[in-house]
């Protein structure tokens, strides 16, 4: 289960925590209360350097935020990185996934999906999801690919 992001193109899912009740601005969708608790946001990763290099963004504070990610980025905490090696238009399919998840809660519509008719890319979960759990929601869907995770936040 556990690999090593490298350049390859593919599907990932940031797994975050926070520790407090808070009210976020995010960007343009305004002002957001945040429970305690974990929240999965599923991205994709086509540009060159690939996953390797789009979670290295990720894991890093961004100067000016620009994505939604990044607003929330500021006040939570990267536990775990899930990842696929795979086509970048699967990350419908794995937004999907977490949001069928049994004990999930959409914190934020169109979060992370203002260029898709996904509901979001945000999903919210009381306690730390688990990524076989995740993947099993993945196949029903029709998804092959094998799901892994770096624990190394």
């Known amino acids: 289960m556990q690999g090593k992001?490298?350049?390859?193109?593919?599907?990932?899912?940031?797994?975050?925590?926070?520790?407090?009740?808070?009210?976020?601005?995010?960007?343009?969708?305004?002002?957001?209360?945040?429970?305690?608790?974990?929240?999965?946001?599923?991205?994709?990763?086509?540009?060159?350097?690939?996953?390797?290099?789009?979670?290295?963004?990720?894991?890093?504070?961004?100067?000016?935020?620009?994505?939604?990610?990044?607003?929330?980025?500021e006040v939570a905490e990267i536990r775990e990185v899930w990842f696929s090696r795979s086509k970048p238009v699967m990350e419908h399919v794995w937004a999907g996934a977490a949001q069928r998840i049994s004990g999930m809660h959409t914190p934020v519509k169109g979060f992370g999906s203002s260029d898709c008719r996904c509901l979001s890319h945000l999903a919210y979960f009381s306690r730390k999801p688990n990524c076989r759990l995740f993947e099993t929601y993945l196949k029903r869907s029709g998804y092959t690919q094998q799901v892994k995770a770096v624990f190394c936040f």
Do not use: E, T
């Open 5 to 73: 992001l490298d350049d390859n193109h593919g599907v990932y899912a940031l797994i975050l925590h926070i520790a407090c009740d808070r009210m976020i601005r995010i960007g343009k969708l305004g002002d957001q209360r945040f429970k305690r608790g974990y929240y999965v946001y599923v991205g994709s990763a086509s540009a060159p350097g690939g996953l390797a290099a789009r979670v290295g963004y990720h894991v890093k504070k961004a100067d000016r935020p620009h994505w939604h990610i990044d607003y929330l980025k």
